[in-house]
């Protein structure tokens, strides 16, 4: 829990309160990446990030990829975890669901067990799987889609606000001061995109106010 506020400072704790909750699990993880499984030996702490550090979505990659980076040296300068150094390895996913996969897999290979990431719903939720299976903990920054805790996976959480929480936001908005107006929907088909698009419309539409267009 401390651990999960000093590399993932937000304003909202919600998800490292969830980390805490799950105490005795993540004890066991963290005994494992410590100890190396039974190695015996002091090993550096190995942590990923991952997310779209080339393609179209790299300019947020960027930022992920320093935010991580930067809570890594912090953490190491002042003396890293229980006095073991971090050592961060980062994964390009291209914001393709494939080589998030891959990227997984890469990890697991690694020996990384805690990682951050992804920035995409749609490459997050097909990460997830992989991670759980092997006992990796994901903490994404950014994938608002539902679906990416919903599934009530052990090991994965967020530091965001859902899609349905950020659709509370703008339905409630349009309610109140586009009662009277024509409103129209346009997504781009992917899980982040059409799923923001799909929790404000939801609500708009329980509050009374209907869509001229969903595209």
């Known amino acids: 829990y401390r651990y999960c506020r000093r590399i993932l400072p937000v304003a909202n704790f919600t998800t490292c309160k969830g980390l805490k909750m799950r105490k005795s699990l ?10 190396g499984f039974g ?19 790299a300019a947020f990659g960027a930022q992920l990829q320093r935010g991580a980076k930067q809570a890594v040296d912090d953490i190491n300068a002042s003396g890293g975890m229980n006095g073991e150094k971090i050592e ?55 994938s608002i889609n ?18 349905d929480q950020q659709g ?8 109140k001061h586009f009662k009277d107006a024509k409103i129209a929907f346009v997504h781009n088909k992917t899980p982040v995109g059409q799923g923001m698009v799909d929790a404000v419309k939801k609500q708009i539409n329980a509050g009374g106010l209907q869509d001229v267009a969903y595209e």
């Open 168 to 175: 509370a936001v703008a339905s409630a908005y349009l309610l």
């Open 39 to 57: 190695s015996g030996a002091w090993a550096d702490v190995l942590m990923g990030v991952a997310g779209p550090i080339t393609g179209p979505g």
């Open 26 to 35: 993540l004890m066991a993880v963290a005994m494992a990446t410590v100890f």
């Open 88 to 142: 961060l390895e980062v994964g390009d996913d291209v914001a393709d669901p494939k080589q998030g996969i891959s990227v997984a897999n890469k990890f697991v290979a690694d020996g990384i067990k805690f990682v951050v990431g992804h920035y995409n719903s749609g490459v997050s939720i097909p990460a997830s799987d992989v991670y759980a299976e092997n006992g990796i903990l994901q903490i994404s920054p950014s």
């Open 146 to 163: 539902p679906d990416l805790t919903d599934r009530g996976l052990w090991n994965v959480f967020r530091t965001c606000g859902r899609a």
